[in-house]
């Protein structure tokens, strides 16, 4: 028995080295990536094979995802041609817009992504608003229904929601479903029948070849999306579930940021929806002209649409935040359910603070995944050393992900402040640069404040030892996470 054992740790050893090897001669991670699985292998070799092989293995993503970002690439580019074509130019005079010209060009260039005027904004911070819009939008669609949802659960609201389908698409409405295949893993092809049976169509991101079993947890499509009829669109966190509503008897409360746009930015998140959903296809993408119908001038806000993924050549959410935070000459604030930073960005939020921009960011009190909450508190100290102010929302769970700064730009969207986000998921975000939604969005994090406690230096410094040792060992694998 004993020599057994010996032999089977002999060959976890063996894989851990092969492991180890991959890591640093195959894939090319970031550093800090790489330094965390070399000791979650080399300190639990069993736990971390398993945990490696579920979370860690990178070496095939420029295989899968190759020919999808080089297919995006060439069709983006046709249809960047084809808006300014259509003459939707912003007005370079425009202060804001001079104001934010480097961000602007770096959203262009990094993501493809144009940068429109036309656009109206409605701004949702409960459930109940952004379902309401969103079951009117649906019942009076007169053409097509795209929707991409992360999570889509067949429960009170997600029944509502397959009704007005499955009505739709019996009128004959064109409907396309995209759901994520872990986030919705409860989710099976006969919850879809009676869609499917009156002409809906729906497809699951990268799917397993097992019903319930998926070990493909890297590389989720995040994105939260709706267009209806090719004029309005719907992005943000909310995903289709009962506990965005407030439902969760966890969590009761919900608090989240969703926004409804009209204008020609829903172009952009058209195109967006396409390029995921003929990939989940396995077919070439193709834009027909019925998904972009002639849009009248709704309002006058300006909005970049960034994608990005593991199919991205830069990290563009990523680096908007980046951009933002660096050039911010007044304020920044941050919500997020998740505050994982790298370097960069932890770095830039100090430089900011310490260079006297008020740096506000609020974070969940009452967590949802309590390593990724201890890896997140891991890093309040150091930033509230530097001057940052951080505070812990109370009502109930915060899941809005929302960057604000100097009362004109602003960003919802999809990505929370973590390397999950910034590298490995499929994210959609929405650059606002607009004084009137901005002011919306800034009064929304003022009443969170009110609804938060903030960490005080003295008392998170004398936490405790356990709560010590729970951030520093959550830390370790903030990478990873």
Known sequence: MTHNLIIILDYILLVNVFLISILIFFERRNPSSTWAWLMVLSFFPLIGFIL???????????????????????????????????????????????????????????????????????????????FESLLKSLRTAKHFI???YYIFRKDTIGKLILEILEDKAKEGVEVKLLYDAIGAIDLSYISFKKLKKYGGEVVAFFPS??????????????RKIAIIDGKTAFIGGFNIGDEYLGYSELFQYWRDTHIRIKGSAVYSIQRQFLLDWYFSLGQKAEFKKKYFPEIETFGKA???????????TWSSVKDSYFKIITSASKYVYIETPYFIPDESILQAIKIASL?????????????????????GLSYVEELIDAGVEFYMYKKGFLHSKVIISDDLIA???????????????????????????????KDAFYNDIINSSKIIYDDFKNRGKFKEFMESLSRLFSPVL
């Open 146 to 148: 795209h929707l991409e």
């Open 355 to 375: 260079s006297g921009i008020d740096v506000k960011i609020i974070i969940p009190g009452q967590p949802d995944n309590i390593i990724v909450f201890y890896a």
């Open 411 to 441: 960003s919802v969207g999809t990505a929370n402040f973590d390397m999950r986000s910034f590298n490995l998921n499929f994210e959609i975000n929405a650059f606002i640069y607009d004084e009137d939604v901005v002011s919306i969005l």
């Open 52 to 130: 490696y092989i579920f979370l860690g293995r990178n070496f095939r993503k420029k295989k899968i995802f190759y020919k999808k970002k080089e297919e995006d690439k060439a069709l983006k580019y046709i249809s960047i041609k084809e808006d300014k074509d259509r003459k939707k130019h912003y007005d370079i005079n425009n202060p804001i817009i001079k104001r934010f010209n480097e961000i602007i060009n770096l959203h262009y260039h990094s993501a493809n992504s144009v940068l429109t005027s036309d656009n109206q904004v409605k701004v949702f911070n409960t459930g109940r608003e952004k």
């Open 302 to 312: 300006n909005i970049q649409i960034v994608s990005s993924g593991p199919d991205s």
């Open 209 to 222: 070849l097992f019903p319930y079993i998926n070990l493909r947890i890297n590389y989720r499509n995040h």
